[in-house]
C-alpha cells in the first residue's frame, strides 16, 4: 500500500501536471524594456525555416537558409507559406519580419509566450492571428502559434519543431482541390482550423480520464483519485485559458474580416469559430462534473467515516458494558458465594441477553448492515 | 444489504449514464482532413431515406431507393419532406446534396454528431438547422437532427432510425387544415418544435427523479442516492448544453427569419423559443435543487455521525468509569477487609451514582434524544 | 425525539413543498400536437365567467352565461373586464377568442401553465400578458394569470377560481376617480400592479422563516432545521422563477409600449417594472442568506462534533490509563506483597497524579471548556 | 466558557444583525391599494420641515410650519433647500409635492422605504432620486433618502431625524465660495456625494471587524467566530443590496443628464458614480474574503477534530492492548506459577517493549506531534 | 512542533498579508467635505519632484525646489515628464495643478488612495489616468499611480519614493531613438506599459507560492498551509481588485483615444490592454486553482481523519472483546476447575482465533492498508 502512494506520483499524467508546469515560464523581456525590440534568448539557435509555394498546378517546397531568397519569392507564387520553428532567434523574427513587412509590436509578441489567443490588424496589410495548439504528450503541451496573413503570403512562428500541421501539408501536396485553388486566407484558415480542430481528441482523452476517475470514485474512493481529479481540473484551467479567447478572435474574423479575407472564406471561419465554441462547450461540462465528482468524492468520504464509526460504536457499546459486568464479577469484595451451577448460568444469561438487546436496538437503528 | 450495493449499479438510469456515455464519440473527421469533404463510416450502409410530398388537396408518401426520383420531385409538390435516418453515408449525403443544393461545410457538420444546436444561412436558399432530439430510452439520449429549409422542401438528417415525429406525420396525413396549406416553413417549424416539445416530458422525468431522491435523502441518506443525484446532475448538464444553443439559434431565426420564413411562421418560431426558454429554466431549477439536495445530503451524514459518536460517547463515558471502579476493588492489593453486607451496597451504591449523575450531564446536554 | 421527527413531514410549510409540488404538472398538449388546437382538458367543466364594463359614470358587473352578450358589449361601454376563472374548457377559450380576435397560439399558451412570464404583440390589436400570482396557502402557489389587453376590453384568464384582485375591484366599484376614467390600458396595469405587489408580503414571509431558522441554527442546530432551509431554498428558486421573466415583460413593454399603452401609463408600468426588480433583489439576498446559514449550519455541525469527541476523548484517556493501572494490580502474578497502609495510598497516589496530569493537559489544551 | 456563549448574542454587532432586522419592515400600502394615493401610517405626527434657501451673498434657514410659505419663497432665491425629516404624514407629503410640482408616484415611493436607489425623470421639471444613506449606530443602518431636484429647489425626505449632512450645511453656511454659487443642480450632487462617501467608514469598519475574525480564525477558531462571520456577510449583502443600484443610478444621471443638470456638474456625478464603484468593489472583496474565512475556518474545525482524534486513538491504541495483557495475568485459570522475581520483570518488559513499538509507530505516522 | 505552529506567523509573505493590510486606510478626506479641495495629511513634507524634459536630440533632467520653474520650461520642450513622488502635501498639487491646468477633481483624486483605475478626459487638454503599481517586498504593494496627459508634458504622482520606472528612465537617457523621437502620449504609454508589465512576475511569483503549497497538500497537508492558501487568496483578491479597472480604463483610452493620443500610439496602447487581460487571466486561473486546492486539501483532511478512525477501530475492535474474554476469566465465581494444560490452551486459542477472524474482517474490508 506504501507502494501504491509513493507511485501516485509516477502516474504519466499527474507528472505532466506536476508542479503547475507553467505555459508561462520562458524567460520574458523584463518590465520596461523597449517595446517593439527584440531580443534574442541566450543561446538561441537558428530555427529552422521552411518554404511552400504553390499555385493551382505548380508546388514547390524547401528548407531556407538564406532569409533574401524569400524576398524574391513574393510575387511569383500566388500563395506563399513560410513556417518557422522557434521564436528566440531574434535576427530571425527581424529579417523575416522586414520581408514581409510585419510590425514590429507583433513580432515581440510572438517571443512572449504568455500571449492570449488574438486577431490584430496591422494596417491593410497583415493580419495577426495568434492561436494555441493542444497536444497531450502525455501532458497537455498548448504551444502558441503566430500566424500572419498577407495578400500573398502566410507565415506561421511556432514556439519548437514539431506540429499537428502535417495532414494539412499533405493535403496541399496532394491535392489539385481546393485547397490549391484558394489564396493565402484559405491557407491561414485551414492551419487555424486544424489547430482547433485537434483539441477534440484532447477534450476527449480528458473525457476518458473523468470517465474513469468516475468509476474509481463511485466504487472505491481512494485518496489519490481526488489528487487526479485536482490535476484534471486544472489542466481544464489551462485548455480553457487557451480557447476562450480563440473563439473570440475568431469570431471577430467573422465580424470584420478585413480586406484580406475573402467573404467566401469568411463561412469557413465562421465553422472553425463554431467548433471552438464546441470544444469550450465540452470543458465547461467536465469542468461541472468535476465538480460533482468533487462533492461525490466528500460525501463517500464521510460515509466511510461513519461505517467505521459505526463498527466501532457496536463493538465499544456492546463490550464495554459486557466488561463491566465481568468487572463487577471480578471486584475482591466479600460476598454471599453461591455454588457456581447457580451463578455461572446467571452472569451468562445477564451478559448474553446484554449483547442482545444492544444488537437488536443497533439494529433497529440500522447500523449493522452496510450501507445506511 | 450487500446485495443493495451490488444492485446500486443496475438500476436502469444509472447504468444509461455510465461511463459518460458520451454523446460525442463517433468516429470523427481527423483533425486536418479537408474542409467539406465528405467520409464515410466504415461498414455504414445506405440509409433509410422517405419522402412525404403534399399540397393542400393532396399527399404522397413512400420510401426512396433511387434518389433521382428526388429531383424529378421538386418544383411539382408545394411541400416536399425528405427524411434521411442516418449520416454516415457519404454517397447518399452527397447525392442528396446535390439535388437539393446543400452546402458542403453544412453536409459535413451532419456527420459530426458533436455540434450545438445552430442556425446557418447558406446564400438565399437554404437555411441549415441542427438541433437536439431527446428521448429517454431509459437513459438519456440526445440524437443530433440536421434540418434543411428550402423554397419547396425540408430535408431532414437523423442519426439513426426512430424518432418523435411521428405525432407530426400523423398530422400532415391527416390533416386538411393548416399543416397541408402552409410552405416548408412552417413545416420546417412543426418538425422543429415537435423536438422541442419533447424536452418537457424528459425535464418532468428528471423532476420525478428528484423528488424521489429528495425524498429518500430527507428521511433515510444512503449513500447510493448520492450517487444517483450525480447521475442525475450529469443528464442535467447534457440536457442543459443541448437546449441553451437551440434557445440561441430559434432567437436568431425570430430577430433575422430571411427570405425563406414567412412574417406569419416567424410568431411560430417566436412560440418555440419560449418554450426553450422554459426548458432551460427547468433545468436550471433542477440543478440549483441538486446543489441544495447536496448540502442537505452532506449535512444528514454529519447529523448521523454526531448520533453515532454520541451513542459512543455515551457508553464509552458511563461504562469505562464504571469498569475503572470495578478495577479498583479487583485489585491484588493488601486492604483492610469489611463483611460483604457493608462493602457490596457501597461500591453499587457509587457506580449507580456515577452512572446517574453522567446520564444527568448528557441529558441536560441533549445528547440522549435523537435528534438535537 | 422520535416524535418530533416524524411531526417535521407535518409542519405546514414543508408539506407544502413536499414532492417538489410542481407548478407544471397538469396535463398538457402531447408534444407533435398541432400548435394553436385548443384541446379541453378531460372532464374540464364551463368557467364561471365575469365581467365588469364601467366608464367614468357608470358601471355594470354580472356572471356571463351566454357569450354573444360579450360580443354585443363591444364598443358600448370605454372598458370592458372579462374575467375567466379557468383555461381548461377550450369551447371557452375559443368563443371568447373569437369574440375579442385573440391569437390561437396565446390561448393555446393559457392553457399550458408551464409558462414563464412574457408579453407579446398580436398585430395592433392585442398585447398579450402573462404573469404569475403569488399566494402562501400556507404553501407557496403560483398561479398563472394571462391577461390580453385591446382597445376597448381587458381579458383576464386565471387557472382557478380566488384570486388577490378583489381590492382592485372594489377600488374601480367605488372610486370615481382615476381608476374610472383612465382606458382598459391603465386597468391591465392595475392588475398586474396588483398582482406584483401581492409578492411583497410573500417575500416578507420568508423572511420570517429564515429569521425563525438562523434563531434555530444559532441557538440549537437541529437536523430539520437543514431539511426546512432546503424547503425554503426551493421555493425561493420557484419564487425567483416566477419574478425574473416578469420583470423583463414588463421592462419590455416601457421600453416599446406599442399602440395600445398610452404615454402616461407606461410611467406606471415603469413602477410595477421597479416593484419586480425590489422582488427580485429581495429573493436573491435570501438565497444568499440561505447558502450563509448552510455554512453556518454545518459548521455547527462540526462544532458539534468537536465537543462530543471532547468528551469521549477526555474521558477514555483519563480512566483508560487508569483502568490500566487497576488491571496491573489485579495481575494474578507472585509478587512481594507489603501491608494494606503501604501500598493502598500508593497506587491512589498513583492514580490520582494521572488523572491530574491529564486533566491539566487537556485544561492547557483548552478541551475543558464548552465552546473551544 | 458558559458566560461566554451566553454573551455572544450581546455582543454589540451581532445584536444589530439579529433577527434580519429587516430594512423593510414598516407598514407598507397594502397591494391593490390605488397607486400615487398617500396614505398616513397610523399615528404619524407632522414631521419636521426645514429650508435652506441661499444665493451667492445670502442665506436664509428656518423650520417651516406653513407649508404656504415655502410656495412665495419660491422665485425668490436661486436655491431653495427643503429637508422633510419623515415620510409617514401624508397631508405634508402631498402640501409639499402640490407646491413643487411632484408627481404622485414619487411621492408614494418615499412612503415606501424598501426602494431600490433609482433616478426617474418625470417631465422637465423635476428629477427625482432615491438614494441610501448608511451608517453604524452600531448596527447598520441604510436610511432611504428621497431627493427630488428642480429647476430652483433641492427637496430631500428622510425617514427619520437625523443625518450624515451637517458638515455639508456648514459648507453652505460658511462658504461664499463653490457651494454657494452653484446651482440646484450642485446642491443636489452634494447631497448625494456627502451620502455616498459616507459608505467608506462603514465599508473599513466591515473590514476591521474581518481582520478581526481572521486573527481568531487562524489563532483560535471559536464557535462564536462563524456566527460573527455570518452576522457580517449579511450586513455585506444588504450593503451590497443598496450599492448596487445607486451606482447605476448615477451612471444614468452621468449619461442622460437631462434639462435639470448642467455639463459642469456632469463631471461631479461621474465622480461619484465611481466612489460607488469604489465601494461596491470594497464589498465584494469583503464578501470573497467571507467565503475564504469559511473555508479557513471549516478546515480549521477539520484539523482540530483531527488533532483530538489522535489523542484518542493514541491513548486508547496503547491502553486498550497494555490492559488486555494485564487482564490475561488476571484470568483466574489454574496456571503453573513461578516466583515473583521471573513472571513480574517479564510482564513489564512486554508492556513497555508494546508501548514503545505503538509510540514508534504513531511517532513515523507523525500524529505524536502537534500540527501534522 | 510548538515551534513550527508559532513560526508561522513569522513566514515572511503571511505577515505580509496580516491584518488585512489594506490598501485603503490612509486618512481621507472627511465624507462630506468640499469637493475638488486638497487638504494636506497632518505632517506631510514637500515631496520630492524631478523633471526630465527631453527632444530628439536634447535632455535634461533635475530635482526640482521652485516649481515656478516648471512653468518656464513649458513650450520649451517637445516633452516634459514631471514626476511627484508624493501625493499628502496640498500646496504641492496646487502649484503643479495651476501650472499644467490640472482638473482640481483629478487632483483630490490624487490624495484618496483608495481609487480604482482609470481614465478621464478633462477638457480636450488634458487626460488623466490612474493605474496600481505592483511590487512584492516582499509583501503584495499596490501603489497608486496618477499619469496625467497634456499636449507637451506628462506629470505622473506616486504615492512614495521607489517605484518600477528605472528602465524607463535609463531607456530615454540611452536611446536616441524611438523613445526620444515621439510625443508625450508615447511617454505615458511607456509609463502605463511598464506598470503593467510589472504584474508577470507579480503574478509569476503566486505561481511559485501555488506550486510550492500544491505539492504540500498533495504530500503532507499541515494546518498552516491552509492558512497561507488563504493568505494567497486573499492578496489574489487585491491584484484582480487592481488589474480589472485597468484593463476596461485602457480599452477605454482605445477605443475613444481623444485628441492627445496620435492614432500611431493607440497600437501601443492596445497592446498594454493586451497585457493586462493576460494579467488577469492569470489572476483567475490561480482563484481557481486556489478553490481547487481547498478541495484537495479538505479531502485530504478527511481522508487523514478516515485513516486515525481506521487504527483507532482496529485496535478497540480487536483489544476490547480480548479483553471482555480476559474478564470473563477473571471473574470470581465459583466454577468447575480444570488443570491448567487444558484451560490456558482453550483459553489463549479462543482469544487467537477471534483476533484472527477479526483481523480478517478488517482485511477484507481494505481498512488495514493505508490508503484506502
Redesign the interface.
Known amino acids: 500500500?506504501?507502494v501504491?502512494?509513493r507511485d501516485l506520483?509516477r502516474l504519466p499524467f499527474l507528472q505532466g501536471a506536476e508542479?503547475?508546469e507553467?505555459v508561462?515560464?520562458r524567460p520574458?523581456?523584463?518590465?520596461?524594456?523597449?517595446?517593439?525590440v527584440l531580443v534574442s534568448e541566450p543561446g538561441a539557435a537558428r530555427p529552422a525555416v521552411t518554404v511552400m509555394a504553390y499555385g493551382p498546378h505548380e508546388l514547390t517546397e524547401w528548407a531556407v537558409d538564406d532569409y533574401e531568397l524569400l524576398r524574391q519569392m513574393r510575387g511569383k507564387w500566388p500563395v506563399v507559406w513560410v513556417n518557422v520553428n522557434g521564436v528566440a532567434h531574434a535576427p530571425t523574427l527581424a529579417a523575416i519580419g522586414d520581408i514581409f513587412g510585419l510590425?514590429r509590436?507583433a513580432l515581440e509578441?510572438l517571443g512572449d509566450v504568455?500571449?492570449?489567443a488574438?486577431v490584430?490588424a496591422?494596417g491593410e496589410q497583415t493580419l495577426f492571428v495568434i492561436v494555441r495548439m493542444a497536444r497531450l504528450a502525455p501532458e497537455l503541451d498548448l504551444e502558441q502559434v503566430g500566424v500572419f496573413l498577407g495578400p500573398d503570403f502566410v507565415v506561421t512562428f511556432q514556439e519548437r519543431p514539431g506540429d499537428?500541421?502535417?495532414?494539412?501539408r499533405q493535403?496541399i501536396r496532394a491535392?489539385h482541390?481546393?485547397?490549391r485553388r484558394c489564396g493565402p486566407d484559405y491557407l491561414a484558415y485551414?492551419v487555424i482550423?486544424?489547430i482547433v480542430?485537434?483539441y477534440?481528441?484532447v477534450a476527449?482523452a480528458y473525457?476518458d480520464r473523468?470517465?474513469a476517475l468516475?468509476?474509481e470514485i463511485?466504487h472505491?474512493p481512494?485518496?489519490?483519485a481526488?489528487?487526479r481529479l485536482?490535476a484534471i481540473?486544472?489542466e481544464l484551467?489551462?485548455l480553457r485559458?487557451a480557447v476562450w479567447?480563440m473563439r473570440d478572435a475568431l469570431n471577430a474574423i467573422v465580424r470584420e474580416p478585413g480586406p484580406l479575407v475573402t467573404q467566401e472564406s469568411v463561412?469557413?471561419f465562421?465553422?472553425t469559430a463554431?467548433h471552438c465554441?464546441?470544444v469550450l462547450?465540452?470543458v465547461e461540462?467536465y469542468r461541472?462534473?468535476g465538480s460533482?465528482?468533487?462533492?461525490?468524492?466528500?460525501?463517500?468520504?464521510?460515509?466511510?467515516?461513519?461505517e467505521?464509526?459505526?463498527?466501532?460504536?457496536v463493538?465499544?457499546?456492546i463490550?464495554?458494558?459486557?466488561?463491566?459486568i465481568?468487572?463487577?464479577?471480578?471486584?475482591?469484595?466479600?460476598?454471599?458465594?453461591?455454588?457456581?451451577w447457580w451463578?455461572?448460568p446467571f452472569?451468562f444469561t445477564l451478559m448474553g441477553a446484554t449483547a442482545v438487546l444492544l444488537l437488536a436496538w443497533f439494529a433497529r437503528k440500522?447500523?449493522l448492515?452496510?450501507?445506511?
Open positions: 500500500m506504501n501504491k502512494r506520483f508542479p503547475l507553467p508561462h515560464r520574458q523581456p523584463a518590465p520596461g524594456s523597449e517595446p517593439g510590425h509590436l509578441d504568455r500571449q492570449r488574438k490584430e496591422y499537428v500541421l502535417d495532414p494539412l493535403r491535392s482541390g481546393r485547397a485551414s482550423d486544424t480542430d485537434h477534440f481528441p476527449e473525457a473523468l470517465d468516475e468509476e463511485v472505491r481512494t485518496r489519490d481526488m489528487t485536482h481540473k486544472r484551467m489551462s485559458r479567447p463561412v469557413y465562421r465553422d463554431d465554441f464546441q462547450d465540452l461540462t461541472d462534473l460533482s465528482l468533487t462533492d461525490l468524492y466528500l460525501s463517500n468520504v464521510s460515509n466511510r467515516m461513519n467505521i464509526m459505526k463498527v466501532l460504536t463493538f465499544a457499546a463490550f464495554i458494558p459486557l466488561g463491566f465481568t468487572g463487577v464479577y471480578g471486584m475482591d469484595v466479600e460476598h454471599p458465594r453461591r455454588a457456581w451463578d455461572l452472569v440500522g447500523w448492515g452496510e450501507d445506511r
